[in-house]
């Protein structure tokens, strides 16, 4: 791989890491559970993962805020528009997967 300066690795990984949220912001048909039993992760791991970065940087975000930099909007806003509930086979899928943590 190339030599990339710290900088530059950063910038593509922000880069990345936007299109990602665009992406599942385009995605809203895509559920939250079946990214979970899919993939291990979903839109709220995100968002944890975005205020733990804050958290760590010292810099001031609240959950709601992380969640709204990575729903687009407020997240009870995008579960009243988007989110459906769970089948039992999404349920039972997540009991087989979810994470120990």
Same mark, same amino acid.
């Given at each position: 791989m190339t030599d990339l300066?710290?900088?530059?690795?950063?910038? +593509?990984? =922000? &880069?990345?890491?936007?299109? +990602? #949220? &665009?992406? +599942? &912001? =385009?995605?809203?048909? #895509?559920?939250?559970?079946?990214l979970m039993n899919l993939a291990g992760f979903c839109r709220n791991c995100l968002s944890n993962?975005? +205020?733990d970065a804050a958290q760590e940087a010292g810099l001031p975000l609240s959950k709601d805020e992380s969640r709204q930099a990575i729903y687009g909007m407020p997240y009870e806003d995008w579960k009243a528009l988007h989110q459906r509930e769970a089948t039992d086979a999404q349920k039972a899928a997540f009991d087989q997967t979810k994470p120990s943590h």
């Open positions: 300066s710290e900088d530059e690795r950063t910038k +593509l990984e =922000a &880069a990345a890491f936007r299109r +990602l #949220v &665009a992406h +599942l &912001a =385009a995605r809203t048909d #895509v559920q939250n559970i079946d993962w975005y +205020l």
